[in-house]
């Protein structure tokens, strides 16, 4: 009798796990698109967090940008928001493309800001090494003068 319970409540909660929490909505907005509406959201979230006064002073709305670039609407984002937080696997697959996406314009930045600063320093080098045969040719006339005499 204990095993026969047992085998049902197993299989009660396989069941209960294999059925759709949410179901899926009539607009919901594709995988790929949605991944697209998370990085850009990332991006803009952290730009605010670094310069929110500038966006403030701006009125700039992120979501209101999000939706007019995308052109859909906050219900349709939150249904599908929803929809996706209810099937797990899809949901950290779709955040786990966010973040290789923001990893990958990370990698990216930071390879532009190197190249930029070796560059800088490259130019400032330059200018050092330039200055420092102006002064030794000044010295070196100074001393042919003050050898003359």
Do not use: W
Not at 13 to 42: G, H
Not at 48 to 59: N, Q
Not at 89 to 108: F, P
């Amino acid at each position: 009798m204990k095993k026969a319970v047992l085998v049902y409540l197993s299989l009660m909660v396989l069941v209960s796990c294999a059925e759709k929490v949410v179901e899926e909505p009539e607009n919901l907005i594709p995988q790929d698109q949605m991944i697209e509406i998370l990085y850009d959201l990332s991006i803009l979230n952290a730009a605010k967090s670094g310069a929110k006064r500038k966006f403030d002073d701006a009125h700039i709305d992120v979501m209101g940008f999000i939706y007019n670039k995308y052109s859909i609407d906050s219900t349709q984002f939150a249904e599908s928001d929803l929809y996706y937080a209810s099937l797990p696997s899809e949901y950290q697959k779709i955040y786990q493309n966010v973040e290789a996406m923001l990893k990958q314009k990370q990698d990216t930045l930071e390879a532009i800001s190197k190249r930029l600063n070796d560059s800088i320093r490259e130019a400032g080098l330059q200018r050092r090494d330039s200055l420092q045969s102006v002064k030794e040719k000044r010295v070196g006339k100074k001393k042919v003068v003050t050898d003359s005499l």
